[in-house]
């Protein structure tokens, strides 16, 4: 039997998988969590703490859909993250994390 044990995620490195699944286009929660390979509730909670800190924006509310989109300052995280390569040890890791606590 195999084991379904996984590892927990940092807040840090759910914020940098949000934040690389975010487009220029306005995206539903549902279709953020999808593409981050994160829960819509966790999805939900760092959306909001990342629309405190300015760096994604709500720009619908509905009872049952809300579209969030990248802030100018969000873009250029986003950007940075993206000049990065993708995380293939313990050290771009690190590297990721440091350009995230030095932005966010």
Known sequence: MKSTWMVRRTHKEIRIRILSS???EPL???VI???SKVD???TER???YLK???VVTEVFRHKL???FTLTPFGQQIAMELKKRP???NQSDKQQLVKIINRII
Do not use: F, M, V
Request: aromatic share 8%; charged share 30%.
């Open 33 to 35: 969590a999808q593409k």
């Open 22 to 24: 975010l487009s220029d």
């Open 40 to 42: 819509w509730y966790s």
């Open 86 to 88: 993708s995380i293939k």
């Open 28 to 30: 539903p929660i549902r």
């Open 52 to 54: 405190g800190r300015e």
């Open 46 to 48: 760092h959306l909001n």
């Open 65 to 67: 859909l809300r579209l």
